[in-house]
């Protein structure tokens, strides 16, 4: 995993969103797609709304049991949302595997970002293609643009103070939708 602190990103990284995750939870992230491998995994961390803080995860259903796709189960996203809702949270994280290629959203992951009208959420992928090393990126997705933000880690369970920033993948870059090949 290429790690760089958040110091080596570029200026456009440092004005743009950042998503801030606890070590535990993003573990946890991790662990699930590596159950699920090499089927995608996918799920969402849930936060007070207006916080931006991701505090509850909530592993989900892949409806669509694929290596090369995710949906979700629409029984089950009915109920997860209602639960946001009645405790005043938002989908901070939504998040998925891909399981043989990179960590970057594929055309169809555009058109779910879309239809799920969730414009604030963070898009954070997983990929497990390395059965050693995970590669997680993270993305806002608006209007069919996908624009990369660096992670950053904190280990808030541990030490309030000890708190590291880690830019996973590559320095943020807008890519236009319709220059992107799918994958
Ligand atoms: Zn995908």
């Not at 992928?125 to 209007?143: G, H, K, N």
């Not at 708190?163 to 236009?176: E, H, I, K, M, N």
Request: with cysteine; hydrophobic share 40%; glycine share 6%.
């Amino acid at each position: 995993m290429r790690v760089l602190t958040r110091e080596g990103g570029s200026l456009l990284g440092r004005l743009l969103d950042v998503l801030t995750i606890d070590a535990a939870i993003l573990d946890a992230i991790v662990a699930h797609a590596r159950r699920d491998h090499p089927d995608e995994a996918c799920g969402i961390v849930a936060g007070p709304d207006g916080s931006d803080t991701p505090t509850r995860h909530v592993p989900m259903e892949n409806a669509a049991r694929s290596m090369t796709f995710f949906a979700l189960d629409s029984i089950e996203q009915l109920r997860v949302w209602r639960e946001m809702d009645k405790a005043d949270e938002v989908p901070v994280i939504i998040y998925h595997s891909h399981t043989a290629t990179e960590a970057y959203p594929s055309r169809s992951d555009i058109g779910i970002a879309s239809e799920l009208g969730e414009p604030d959420a963070h898009y954070l992928l997983v990929s497990t293609r390395d059965p050693v090393q995970a590669e997680i990126r993270s993305f806002r997705i608006v209007d069919g643009a996908v624009t990369e933000e660096p992670v950053a880690v904190v280990n808030a369970s541990v030490d309030q103070h000890a708190v590291q920033s880690y830019l996973f993948g590559q320095s943020p870059t807008t890519v236009d939708y319709e220059c992107r090949a799918g994958s």
